[in-house]
């Protein structure tokens, strides 16, 4: 009976222990236990030669808190993400949500209008993203118009890549997915842009979706010709959000050609081409009924590029180009705090027991060919423009750079080779670096050296050791805590913006029934209308700081100045926008009162025309 057992169930898959009865999985414990002390060994995964972490290591609780690993990382990114929302929250960052914004609020209020372009002006481009702000309009109508409301979409679609890495691998690969979700959503810069209404990580969740989507419908499945429907329509979501989700399109292609090849998963494809052409059918007929152009989006990204030409390759840096599409990008990727997740995945190359029926390779393809478009491809189909390196731009490579990484970190936690290696290359980062991103690659980097040092020396309990439930646990720790320190230090600094106090004020001293001028500073001037949910009282209007000796008062007005010193003094706009200091724009205006004063804000009441 011992020779049967070991024999059927030597290469047995965590999940078909977790799925099992209670009663089942106790005798199998037993049984494998048994076998376990008749070899020497101690641990079930041992018994059993799996291929992967994805076993029990001992039976009981150990068992419980290995599968529940998942559940308390999903936890523990929900709650720091969501803290991080609100107590690192902004308000609006540049033109872009401010546009987005005002779109929203269009179709919350149906004044949104589609206009034909017959003189061919091509018109503001993201106005053709209408998932990005079509969500948002529903949200203005639910709850009203403000920042919070505003950015709330972001948040849920950065949330919904945690649940849907947790929905697809808590049960088949419990450390994957603890691990890929530490990854992605403590990641400084996913965290950054939940709290702006941007693009890229609401296509982040349609990139992840739709890979989701092709990859479970090409496993057995019995609604194959369901899931390529939604793997259709999740890539068209994706399209109607940014233009970059054709990252993946050399891996889709790929896919298909292998899977025609091989005569397999044909109903899924049929299914995903057909409802992929009426869509694309139907979209290029939309534009030539509005435009007479079924092309206008993409001539409208070729007229973009052709306006930016001064900062981006096509002129302002092609003495850039070459470093731009060899070298630049690696120091980029690490200098964003992602080396860890690219030594992680990398490491998933140079695994000794490749796993049968995982779906390592499946992300590992996905990140690495949409890593290779970012890095060399181009954003015009004219001309040679290799797309920008901001680190908003590479949202659609996180989801499987991120799950590959997982699936690297499962190798280590099972075996633990590779420690050295793994910490040497973190070390080498945080070295190189030598900023406050060196931080969290030198906690990893050291905690991986320790371990390979642990597991030489004899002194360390074996529950302690690789292939133990306390093992990954406390590699996960590790991972979360040192991913944890860039967020934890951006919430706990002043507000760079102070958007709330500014807007305290706006609501407490500057409504109707006042009337007059108020006087801002060049960025507030883009985007005061947001205050009032676009809808200004009548009666006020707003001008520069620099136009006080232009504005005459009517009999009954009075004149304000707003003064933000933290607008004024935030790096990102005093290097371009803004060329005054707070005591300068005081100058200007001699004749003041203070009326009311929040944080870094005050407003004061200027006398002019005097």
Request: hydrophobic content about 45%; glycine content about 6%.
């Amino acid at each position: 009976m011992q020779r049967k057992f070991q024999r059927g169930h030597r290469r047995m898959h965590f999940s078909s222990l977790v799925d099992t009865d209670t009663h089942e999985l106790i005798f199998a414990c037993k049984v494998a236990k048994r076998l376990a002390a008749q070899k020497g060994e101690k641990t079930i995964a041992a018994c059993f030669q799996l291929p992967i972490l994805d076993s029990l290591p001992t039976c009981g609780v150990h068992s419980s808190v290995f599968r529940r690993l998942p559940d308390l990382a999903l936890l523990l990114v929900v709650a720091l993400t969501v803290a991080f929302f609100f107590l690192a929250h902004e308000g609006l960052y540049d033109l872009d949500d401010y546009l987005y914004a005002g779109y929203a609020h269009q179709l919350a209020s149906g004044t949104f209008h589609v206009r034909s372009d017959p003189l061919g002006l091509l018109h503001d481009p993201l106005k053709e993203r209408p998932l990005i702000f079509a969500p948002v309009a529903l949200l203005y109508q639910l709850f009203g118009t403000d920042i919070i409301t505003t950015t709330l979409w972001p948040l849920a679609c950065t949330l919904g890549c945690a649940v849907v890495i947790w929905a697809l691998y808590r049960r088949r690969e419990p450390v994957v997915a603890a691990g890929a979700m530490l990854l992605l959503n403590l990641h400084y810069f996913t965290l950054d842009l939940t709290r702006y209404l941007y693009p890229d990580n609401i296509l982040m969740f349609w990139c992840l979706c739709s890979a989701a989507a092709l990859l479970t419908g090409r496993r057995p499945t019995q609604a194959p010709r369901l899931w390529g429907v939604g793997f259709a329509l999740l890539n068209f979501a994706a399209f109607l959000s940014k233009e970059t989700i054709v990252y993946y399109l050399p891996f889709y292609l790929g896919l298909l050609v292998f899977d025609l090849w091989k005569r397999q998963h044909r109903q899924f494809w049929v299914a995903a081409l057909g409802t992929g052409i009426l869509l694309i059918t139907l979209y290029l007929s939309y534009y030539q009924i509005f435009t007479n152009d079924a092309f206008y989006r993409v001539h409208l990204i070729e007229h973009t590029n052709a306006y930016l030409k001064e900062g981006n390759f096509l002129q302002g840096h092609q003495d850039k180009l070459l470093a731009r599409v060899t070298y630049l990008p690696v120091l980029f990727f690490v200098g964003i705090g992602l080396g860890a997740a690219l030594v992680l995945a990398v490491s998933v190359v140079f695994n000794r027991e490749p796993v049968p029926d995982s779906d390592a390779s499946f992300w590992m393809a996905l990140g690495f060919s949409t890593l290779a478009f970012f890095w060399l491809g181009s954003t015009s189909l004219s001309q040679y423009n290799p797309i920008t390196l901001l680190p908003r731009m590479t949202t659609p490579v996180l989801p499987p750079l991120c799950l590959a990484a997982g699936f690297g970190l499962r190798n280590f936690v099972r075996t633990g080779r590779g420690g050295w290696l793994l910490g040497a290359s973190l070390l080498a980062c945080a070295a190189w670096l030598h900023n406050s991103v060196s931080v969290v690659y030198a906690g990893l980097g050291f905690y991986f050296v320790a371990t390979a040092l642990g597991n030489q020396l004899s002194s360390v309990p074996r529950r302690l050791r690789p292939g133990t439930t306390a093992f990954a646990t406390l590699t996960l720790l590790a991972l979360a805590g040192c991913l944890a320190i860039r967020p934890l230090y951006f919430m706990g600094k002043p507000s760079i913006s102070s958007h709330f106090d500014q807007n305290q004020i706006f609501r407490k001293h500057l409504q109707a029934p006042a009337q007059g001028v108020v006087f801002v500073d060049d960025y507030l001037i883009s985007n005061y209308d947001f205050y009032y949910g676009f809808q200004v009282p009548q009666g006020l209007s707003f001008r520069r700081y620099w136009a006080r000796d232009s504005v005459r008062l009517a009999p009954g007005q009075r004149a304000w100045l707003l003064l933000n010193r933290s607008t004024l003094t935030n790096d990102e706009l005093t290097r371009k926008l803004i060329r005054y200091s707070a005591d300068s724009v005081l100058r200007w205006f001699p004749q003041r009162r203070p009326v009311a004063e929040t944080g870094k804000v005050t407003l004061y009441e200027v006398f002019i025309n005097k």
